[in-house]
């Protein structure tokens, strides 16, 4: 495991700028209002020959007034804890607060190596004034500006020695993240998202309570179940785009749909009490148009009076909602009681599998065969439509091409609509999205043969 450094300071200072800035991209969400990052965030950061793992936290108040605050600064305390060492930033433009204070005075207390930094010292006297920061007690500050690439070199000199020592005494380093599984758990505000995460991983790494949209940030964090290794991808809830009305929320949503492009498998988190709206059934179409495989996790179940006939009604919904991806599987579970979350996980690897499925040439032709043969194609302008030959072009998700002697816009979609759900049923696909193209032509390996156009997928 390498070395990890903690960003630590109180709101509105540049933590966030300054861990883009190290990680080398725009992971956390920056704006000007106080309070932005809640949920920690790692990544791995490179700085000239230095490599380690950076955690960026919330805004420090160790003596916050509202509950929040209080459930705020524990999560950055819990993150120095993990760290080997933390860095203090302060804003040189603002110059020392009472509250710089108070953290300084509770860094000195934790016994744990500190590097303290003045940012936003773009100008001269921004400079000067950062030399304020020594009568916190932790030594002369490294002025840099985290949004213009200033004081890096220093920034790394200081580092350096902590993150020598460190290495000297860590682990081995840890297996990559090749073959991991990205699960990106997303949902409507309040659904349970944050809660789920913090059952799997077994501790409470994320922020959760009442108060909706807690989680802005998409939050990157490795686990393993069962010999599998997953990257679970905890994001903020997502509302109707019409009652997105401030800047961060939309920040927030992009961060979201960004996190559902990069998964490999979208847990879409409803509420069992009232479950599948028009908003869960939006982002699971979106999950879906992205080629993302899918599992619906029915949250609260617990609270359900009739569980039979809501069971019922949540997959008559997904059948007559999600289009030709009806057979999305649904989980139901309690995250409060744990129940069936080993049951969630389960069902997320078989869909995984069945995403990433390679399905061998000679058995997609003996199907095409069967499909044809039960339900010929129409004729259509006097002429009968034939499809020759198949086979598989991708995977994640599958991607099957039909060769035949008209383009796929002279089939019906009826027809092709039937030629998927067949292919799904026969190569148990449930829950996956499949890319199904048509080419004119005939059997591409046999002699002679030629291909002249190609039509836009069909997906379901």
């Known amino acids: 495991m390498s070395p990890t450094v903690a960003i630590i300071g109180r709101p509105n200072v540049g933590k966030s700028t300054l861990f883009n800035r190290l990680v080398g991209r725009r992971r956390a969400l920056v704006d000007d209002t106080p309070g932005v990052t809640r949920d920690r965030l790692e990544g791995r950061a490179r700085l000239f020959d230095l490599e380690f793992r950076l955690l960026d936290t919330a ?10 605050a209080r459930r ?4 950055s305390l819990k ?3 993990e760290a080997d060492v933390g ?30 930094a003045a940012n936003k010292c773009e100008g001269r006297a ?29 920034l790394a000199d200081a580092l350096r020695p902590h993150l020598a020592e460190a290495r000297d005494v860590a682990p081995p380093p840890e297996r990559d993240g090749e073959g991991r599984i990205r699960l990106a758990v997303v949902g409507r505000p309040n659904t349970g998202k944050s809660s789920l995460v913090n059952r799997l991983l077994g501790e409470e790494r994320l922020l959760t309570g009442p108060e909706p949209g807690l989680t802005r940030d998409a939050v990157d964090l490795d686990w393993s179940w069962r010999g599998r290794e997953f990257t679970l991808v905890d994001t903020a809830g997502l509302r109707r785009r ?4 401030h800047r961060l929320e939309r920040a927030s949503a992009s961060a979201t749909v960004r996190a559902i492009e990069r998964a490999d498998v979208v847990v879409l988190m409803v509420d069992a009490t009232a479950a599948l709206e028009k908003q869960d059934t939006t982002i699971a179409n979106l999950a879906l148009e992205r080629g993302r495989a899918l599992v619906i996790a029915a949250n609260k179940w617990d609270l359900v009076e009739d569980p039979r006939a809501c069971l019922a009604e949540i997959r008559h919904r997904v059948t007559h909602r999600l289009g030709q991806i009806g057979d999305v599987p649904v989980v139901t579970l309690s995250v409060l009681t744990g129940r069936n979350l080993d049951r969630l996980m389960a069902t997320v690897c078989a869909v995984f599998d069945r995403w990433s499925r390679r399905i061998a040439t000679g058995r997609l032709n003996r199907w095409l065969a069967e499909a044809v043969a039960r339900h010929p194609p129409p004729t259509t302008g006097g002429r009968r ?8 072009v991708g995977t994640r998700p599958p ?22 759900s067949d292919l799904k049923s026969r190569f148990d696909l449930a829950g996956v999205p499949v890319r199904l193209a048509f080419r004119v032509g005939d059997n591409p390996y046999a002699p002679g043969a030629t291909a002249r156009t190609e039509a836009r997928p069909h997906t379901g």
Not at 91 to 104: F, H, M, S, V
Not at 127 to 150: F, N
Not at 242 to 245: E, K, Q, S, V, Y
């Open 399 to 420: 991607q099957i091409l039909l060769f035949g002697n008209r383009p796929a816009q002279e089939l019906p979609a009826s027809y092709r609509r039937y030629l998927l």
């Open 72 to 75: 705020l600064a524990r999560q």
């Open 126 to 154: 921004a400079e000067a004034q950062a030399l304020e920061a020594c009568a916190l007690g932790l030594g002369e500050p490294v002025r840099l500006s985290a949004e213009h690439g200033l004081g890096l070199d220093e």
């Open 242 to 245: 019409a009652r997105i009305d």
């Open 385 to 392: 439509s034939k499809i020759r030959y198949a086979t598989q």
């Open 59 to 68: 805004g420090l108040e160790p003596d916050g007034r509202d509950d929040l």
């Open 79 to 81: 993150a120095l804890e």
């Open 87 to 116: 860095l203090f930033l302060v804003d040189a433009r603002t110059g020392l607060t009472p509250l710089d204070e108070e953290i300084a005075d509770l860094l000195r207390r934790q016994r744990k190596p500190v590097v303290l």
